[in-house]
């Protein structure tokens, strides 16, 4: 009972924390608890709209599509195999976000979110081609290092959010080892990736 119990609790985190949440989740975040919370609702909420259709929507609905025409069943685009043009299809739904922020001469600090799952995507895709890696863990760290992007150009004091980021990171990681998605290595590997992306997308735009 005790491990079914278990495997419940990491089947959930699983689905709560799914990688393509996680631009719509650090929007979310900057329009709630920095000082954007002041912008326009109706600019809010173009932006939200238009970050849910491009990092979610779509390219959940072309890989629905693309599982249907090869006659998958969902548990068949978890091999690393079958992993490529997914991957390749949020890139482009990225992408093309990011074009259109960048035509809306968008604050380069907001395109930032975009731009570290871009990375983050693109060097999971590189990846994939000779090893599996956690997205959800990759997704996970890049909150970690946005995090501590945004505290060095807005100098505020990220420790307690931090103290959060790693938890949940860590336990996200946990979940994916317990249901027996991916080794302690895919995990950690994953985790920095994310860190060094999500820095990196933000600090250096």
Not at 40 to 64: D, G, N, S
Request: with cysteine; aromatic share 14%.
């Amino acid at each position: 009972m005790r491990n079914k119990g278990l495997f419940q609790t990491a089947r959930l985190l699983s689905a709560v924390f799914r990688p393509y949440y996680i631009p719509m989740v650090g929007f979310m975040v900057l329009f709630t608890f920095t000082y954007l919370r002041v912008l326009p609702f109706l600019y809010k909420l173009t932006v939200l709209a238009m970050v849910y259709v491009f990092t979610i929507l779509l390219p959940r609905l072309c890989i629905y599509v693309y599982r249907k025409l090869n006659g998958w069943a969902p548990a068949q685009l978890r091999i690393r195999e079958n992993r490529a043009v997914p991957y390749l299809l949020f890139i482009f739904s990225y992408l093309s976000c990011l074009h259109l922020m960048f035509r809306m001469h968008m604050p380069r600090y907001m395109c930032g979110i975009l731009v570290s799952a871009l990375l983050i995507q693109v060097v999971c895709v590189t990846v994939n081609v000779w090893w599996k890696i956690s997205v959800h863990s990759a997704r996970a760290g890049g909150v970690i290092g946005a995090l501590v992007a945004y505290s060095v150009l807005f100098m505020f004091n990220p420790v307690w959010w931090l103290c959060v980021a790693i938890l949940l990171s860590g336990a996200v990681g946990t979940a994916r080892m317990l249901l027996r998605q991916h080794s302690l290595a895919q995990v950690v590997i994953g985790t920095l990736v994310g860190v060094a992306c999500g820095f990196s997308g933000i600090i250096f735009l």
